[in-house]
C-alpha cells in the first residue's frame, strides 16, 4: 500500500528537508481513512454479528452462525459457481484474442493501426449504461437474453480496453537490444518472442489479466440487464438481497466473501494502478 | 501508452516482406477490432436507426414518436433532469475533493503521501454491490453514523438513503480513485522548476495554482470532467440501489423500460437521448485524446 510509483510522485525534485511532521497530510488521509474505511468496517462486524440490536453500539452477540446459514444456501454456491465460470470464460476468450492484438499494435506495422487502436479508446467516449441497452436491443433480437453466452459477449466487451491498452505498454518497454542480441545468437523469431520479450512484458499483462478476471466477476450491470433472469452471479444475487432485505447478515457474510479477490487484485496490481500509464489509457 | 508512432517497427525488408507484415498485423488484431465493431459501433447506428424508422403497412417509414413521447412525458423529463443534476454535482464534488488530493499526492514527498495514495485508490478494488450495501449499513437508517450519533447524545441524521444524495456519496465514493489517478497524471506536466522558481520568487500558494499550476492542467481537468460525466450520467447500480424510486436516473430508467415495461423501443430511445446529451463530453475525450497522441509525435 505504501509503495509508490516514482515516476508519478516525481521523487527526483530537490526537496526542502524539514523535521516539521506533515500536518497537511495526516488530516488529509485521517478525512479520506475515515470515509474509505468506516463504511467497509460496519459491514465486516455486522458478518460477525448474531445479535445487534439499535441502539448498541457493537453487537450484543458475535459469532458465526450466519456464516453458515449464508454457506448453506443453494443460492450463493449456484450464484458463486456460475459467477466463477463466467469470469474465467471471459478472461480466457479476452487473453486469446487481445493479447496478440496488443503485440500487433505495439510492435507490427500495418495499414490503419493508428485509427484501429484509437477506436479501443473511444469506447469510453459512450454512457455505458446506454450503450448496454442498445446492445440488449440487438442480443433480444439475436435470442441471447438471459443467456450464459450472450452475458459473456458483454463482459468480453468490457474487458477489450484493459486487455489491449495494458499489454500494448507491456510490449512496447520490452527492451530491444535485448532482443537484439537474441537474434544475433541465432534465435528464431518465435524463440525470442517466448524467451525474450515475454518474460519481460509477463507481469504488467499478468496484472492486466487478473484486472479483468476481478472485473468481470464484478460486473453487475451488464449481467443485470442481459442475464435477468436466468443468469444470476454473484452481485446480482447481492442486489436482490439488498432490495428483499433479508437478514441483514447475508448481505454481510457475502460482502465479506466477495473482498477475497478484491485483496488479492489489490496486492497483486498496486502497482501498475498507482503507474501513470496507467491513468494515460484514460486519456489524460 | 498512446504514442504508437514513436514505436513502429521500421521498414527494412521490401515491399513484399511490409506487405506480409501488414497482413500479419491486421490479422492478429481483427478478432478485437470485430467484436468492438460489433458491440460498440454497430449498436449506437442500430440505435438511431431502430428508433427512428418504423415497420408501418406500406413499408417503412421514418418517425421520431418515441422522442415526442419522452420529451412530453413529465415523468421522463423528471428523470433526465434529476440525472443531469446528480451528474452536476457530483463532478462538482469529485474535483473538490480529488484536486487536492491531487496536489497533494504530486508535490508531497513524505511517507504520509505512500498512505493516502493508498486509501485514494482503495475504493477502485470495493466493488459498486458491496459499496452500495455498506452504505445502507453506514449512513442508512439506524446506521453506524446514527449508532455512534446516538453515542454521543446527539439527534440522527437524516439519512440520504433512497433521496438523490444516496447515489451521489456513491458515485463520488467510487470515482475518487480515477479522478484522483488522472489528476495526478496531468499533474506530470506541470515542471517543478516552474513552481521552484515562483515559489522562489515568492509566490504565494494560491498565486502558484492560479498562475502556474492551473493554466498547464485545464486540459487534463476537462478530459476528468468529460470522463466523469460518462461515466455518472449513466451510473445503473448505485442509482438503482440507494437512489429514490421516483423519480429515478436515466440507469435505472432504461433498465425498467427494457426489463419490466419489456418496451425496447422506448429504452433504446432513452439510450439515443443520454448519447445526444453525452456527446459533447464524448467528442471532447477523444479530440483530448487525439491531440495527446499528436503531441507525443
Known amino acids: 500500500m505504501t509503495a509508490i510509483d516514482p515516476s508519478t510522485l516525481a521523487a527526483d525534485v530537490p526537496v526542502h528537508r524539514t523535521k ?68 474465467v470464460t471471459v478472461t480466457l476468450l479476452s487473453a486469446l484474442i487481445c493479447l496478440p492484438a496488443a503485440y500487433a499494435f505495439a510492435r507490427l506495422d500495418f495499414p490503419g493501426r493508428n485509427v484501429l487502436f484509437l477506436s479501443f479508446l473511444t469506447s469510453h467516449a459512450f454512457p455505458k449504461f446506454g450503450l448496454l441497452v442498445a446492445i440488449a436491443g440487438i442480443f433480444l433480437n439475436l435470442g ?32 530491444r537490444a535485448m532482443e537484439e542480441a537474441a537474434r544475433d545468437a541465432g534465435a528464431g523469431p518465435i524463440r525470442v518472442f517466448w524467451s525474450v520479450s515475454l518474460p519481460q512484458a509477463a507481469p504488467t499483462i499478468f496484472a492486466a489479466v487478473l484486472l479483468s478476471f476481478v472485473g468481470t466477476f464484478y460486473e453487475t450491470e ?63 | 501508452m498512446t504514442d504508437l508512432a514513436s514505436s513502429g517497427t521500421r521498414r527494412t525488408g521490401g515491399t513484399a516482406a511490409s506487405n506480409g507484415r501488414g497482413l500479419t498485423g491486421l490479422l492478429l488484431v481483427s478478432a478485437p477490432v470485430a467484436l468492438l465493431g460489433w458491440l460498440i459501433i454497430y449498436p449506437i447506428f442500430n440505435a438511431i436507426a431502430r428508433t427512428l424508422v418504423v415497420q408501418t403497412e406500406t413499408g417503412t417509414a421514418f418517425s421520431v414518436d418515441t ?40 508535490f508531497a514527498k513524505s511517507r504520509v503521501a505512500g498512505v493516502l495514495q493508498g486509501l485514494a485508490l482503495f475504493p477502485m478494488f470495493v466493488p459498486s454491490v458491496i459499496l452500495a450495501y455498506a452504505l445502507i449499513r453506514t449512513i442508512g437508517p439506524n446506521g ?109 430508467f432504461m433498465q425498467r423500460t427494457f426489463s419490466q415495461v419489456m418496451d425496447t423501443r422506448m429504452a433504446v430511445t432513452q439510450a439515443v437521448i443520454s448519447f445526444l446529451i453525452c456527446a459533447v463530453f464524448g467528442a471532447f475525450y477523444v479530440r483530448s485524446i487525439a491531440k495527446n497522441r499528436e503531441a507525443r509525435r
Open chain 1, 20 to 87: 516539521r511532521p506533515d500536518w497537511l497530510g495526516v488530516a488529509l488521509a485521517l478525512a479520506l481513512g475515515v470515509v474509505v474505511v468506516i463504511p467497509l468496517l460496519v459491514v465486516a462486524i455486522w458478518a460477525f454479528a448474531e445479535v445487534w440490536r439499535y441502539p448498541s453500539l457493537l453487537p450484543q452477540e458475535f459469532g458465526f452462525r450466519f456464516w453458515e446459514a449464508t454457506l448453506a444456501r443453494p443460492d450463493v454456491w449456484n450464484a458463486m459457481s456460475l459467477s466463477l465460470r463466467l469470469s
Open chain 2, 67 to 106: 422522442y415526442v413521447r419522452f420529451f412530453s412525458d413529465g415523468y421522463a423529463l423528471a428523470n433526465l433532469w434529476l440525472t443531469l443534476w446528480v451528474t452536476a454535482v457530483c463532478a462538482a464534488l469529485l474535483l473538490a475533493i480529488c484536486l487536492p488530493l491531487a496536489l497533494y499526492l504530486r
Open chain 2, 144 to 252: 453506524g453514523v446514527d449508532l455512534v450519533l446516538n453515542a454521543l447524545g446527539l439527534p440522527k441524521i437524516n439519512s440520504p438513503y433512497l433521496t438523490p444524495w444516496g447515489p451521489i456519496i456513491g458515485l463520488v465514493w467510487d470515482n475518487i480513485p480515477l479522478t484522483t489517478l488522472m489528476l495526478v497524471a496531468g499533474l506530470g506536466a506541470v515542471s517543478d522548476n516552474a513552481v521552484e522558481a515562483a515559489r522562489d520568487a515568492g509566490a504565494r500558494p494560491l498565486a502558484l495554482l492560479r498562475h502556474i499550476i492551473f493554466p498547464q492542467i485545464g486540459n487534463a481537468m476537462l478530459v476528468v470532467l468529460s470522463f466523469t460525466v460518462l461515466s455518472i450520467f449513466s451510473a445503473f447500480t448505485l442509482p438503482y440501489v440507494l437512489g429514490p424510486a421516483s423519480p429515478e436516473m436515466m440507469g435505472p
Open chain 1, 222 to 284: 451488464g449481467a443485470w440487464l442481459i442475464g435477468a433472469p436466468e443468469i444470476r452471479t454473484m452481485p446480482v444475487l447481492m442486489i436482490t438481497y439488498i432490495n428483499n432485505q433479508i437478514v441483514v447478515q447475508y448481505g454481510a457474510v457475502l460482502s465479506v466473501l466477495l473482498w477475497v479477490p478484491s485483496f488479492i487484485a489489490l496486492m497483486f496490481t498496486r502497482r501498475l494502478v498507482g503507474s501513470g500509464s496507467f491513468a494515460k489509457g484514460f486519456g489524460v
Open chain 1, 144 to 175: 441471447l437474453i438471459s443467456t450464459f453466452w450472450g452475458v459473456v459477449l458483454i463482459q468480453l466487451v468490457g474487458t477489450l480496453m484493459m486487455m489491449i491498452w495494458i499489454p500494448v505498454a507491456a510490449f512496447q518497454n520490452v527492451d
